[in-house]
């Protein structure tokens, strides 16, 4: 995990890509944070790891220039949230987003609650909600629910680490989740309630976890504002940046030299019998240079070849 210390510079650079981590505040979508972002920031090759729902706060992460080539890699981490389901009350989108169309003074009690939720540990089968940006037909899952046409939506499997209770009062239970890739909570919120025979709907939701990112590393739109002023256009100051190669962690990582690392940035396979003696046959490497990732490679017979190409990833501006 990633320490806030660990992110921080004073050295008065400058970068071209890397990760910003956004605290995301409520009522605001991911691509809303990703729009002011790229006015705050003017830079316009931004993308965002891991949608959050408007309601949800928490770890959104940011990538941009050369970083949002290794998305899919922060993607597919493990994620931790947590959650509280509000009962007696039932919505279509399983938040307190929609209006309410069902009441109910049933509400479960704990020893149920632990019983239902201890069934749902591991791979499961999920339906993604409908009120989703799952595709339909080509269409977006919430697109036609909010036109009030009738759709299926297909189950899929998912990981569910882990799920604890935390907290369990008169109308309210709070839980935290580690889950894999592709997990609606709102979902898992439904599938609790229909479990019980009771009525509920996510009350708060917040992701404090997602992959080598807590909620330390986090900024807030507000502070992002404030100390980018200084910065170039399409660059971003060092006090906020968290290296690409952050997320690639889990990649054995290949020192290469000047030669090796010019063929990979023209997109050219190599060959170093030393390395390849020490690397698994289609696995995936990150190379450096001078410390620097210069892309990934996929190990092949007889040679790496390259799989991403980032350009160079470190700009020192201090001479502009």
């Excluded at 290794?70 to 009350?89: A, E, H, N």
């Excluded at 009030?148 to 998912?158: A, H, L, P, Q, Y």
């Excluded at 009771?198 to 900024?219: D, H, K």
Aim: a positive charge.
């Amino acid at each position: 995990m990633i320490q806030l210390s660990n992110k921080i510079k004073s050295n008065g650079d400058y970068f071209s890509s890397g990760w910003i981590c956004i605290n995301k505040p409520t009522n605001m979508s991911s691509f809303d944070v990703v729009r002011k972002l790229r006015r705050i920031l003017s830079i316009k090759k931004l993308g965002h790891a891991g949608t959050l729902d408007p309601l949800a706060t928490g770890i959104l992460p940011i990538a941009f220039g050369n970083a949002t080539k290794t998305i899919s890699y922060l993607v597919s981490s493990k994620k931790k949230y947590r959650f509280s389901i509000l009962w007696g009350v039932k919505t279509m989108s399983h938040d307190l987003e929609a209006k309410i169309i069902e009441k109910s003074d049933f509400i479960p009690k704990k020893e149920d609650i632990l019983a239902v939720i201890s069934k749902f540990k591991g791979e499961i089968y999920q339906r993604p909600p409908k009120y989703s940006a799952v595709k339909v037909d080509g269409q977006r899952a919430y697109m036609l629910a909010r036109q009030g046409i009738d759709f299926c939506i297909k189950e899929k499997k998912v990981k569910l680490h882990d799920l604890i209770l935390l907290d369990h009062k008169t109308d309210k239970t709070e839980f935290i989740a580690s889950v894999g890739k592709g997990f609606y909570i709102r979902s898992l919120a439904r599938d609790i309630c229909e479990k019980l025979g009771a009525l509920g709907v996510i009350s708060s939701l917040e992701r404090y976890e997602l992959g080598p990112f807590s909620i330390e590393n986090t900024f807030s739109l507000e502070t992002i504002e404030k100390l980018v002023h200084s910065a170039p256009a399409g660059m971003v100051e060092g006090d906020l940046l968290i290296p690409l190669s952050e997320v690639l962690d889990d990649i054995p990582a290949l020192l290469i030299s000047n030669k090796e690392a010019k063929r990979i940035q023209q997109g050219q396979s190599f060959y170093n019998d030393d390395l390849h003696r020490n690397s698994k046959l289609g696995s995936e490497v990150l190379l450096l240079k001078d410390k620097r990732p210069i892309g990934l490679a996929t190990v092949c017979e007889n040679s790496f070849k390259p799989k991403k190409v980032f350009s160079e990833e470190i700009f020192n501006l201090r001479s502009i």
